[in-house]
């Protein structure tokens, strides 16, 4: 799994050297942010579901998209939410890459699930939930920095 500390010591072998000075302050640094994370991923898990719901059903109200859709998105939403958890936790992106972006993408395209409601829920989610989960601004940073990673990634 990719994490910060993988992924210098994939770059550094790749380059057949040890990892620099530099890399090693990039992993320092990841481990500075380590506590203000965890605190993300706390407040992420202990309201996954309400935030999960009020996106979804924010976005299904309007009446854009088909209702029948509303549940295959919440579950997506939910599916999405838990691996940034994840994401949190290890430090780096591998858990969305590895078991959400790609493959996600093709259940969406093969369910003929509308990419834009996906998006917009969670846009959503960092626009208008990430206050109400209670976590201090550090905390809130690394939680939106990882919703735009997914937003950019299906968008």
């Given at each position: ?27 320092k640094?990841s ?57 949190l936790?290890?430090?780096?992106t ?25 998006v ?36």
């Amino acid at each position: 799994m990719k994490s910060a500390v993988t992924t210098v010591i994939t770059s550094a072998d790749a380059a057949g050297r040890f990892p620099s000075i530099s890399d090693l302050e990039a992993v320092k640094g990841s481990f500075d942010r380590a506590n203000v994370r965890l605190e993300a991923a706390e407040k992420l898990a202990g309201n996954i579901d309400r935030i999960t719901s009020n996106a979804v059903d924010s976005i299904y109200s309007v009446g854009s998209y088909p209702q029948a859709n509303k549940d295959k998105c919440a579950r997506d939403i939910n599916h999405y939410l838990r691996l940034i958890n994840y994401c949190l936790v290890t430090g780096g992106t591998g858990p969305l890459d590895e078991w959400g972006i790609a493959g996600m993408r093709e259940v969406i395209r093969v369910q003929l699930l509308p990419t834009a409601a996906y998006v917009e829920a969670l846009t959503y989610i960092r626009d208008r939930e990430v206050g109400s989960m209670q976590m201090n601004q550090q905390a809130a940073t690394e939680f939106k920095a990882l919703i735009d990673y997914l937003i950019n990634a299906l968008a």
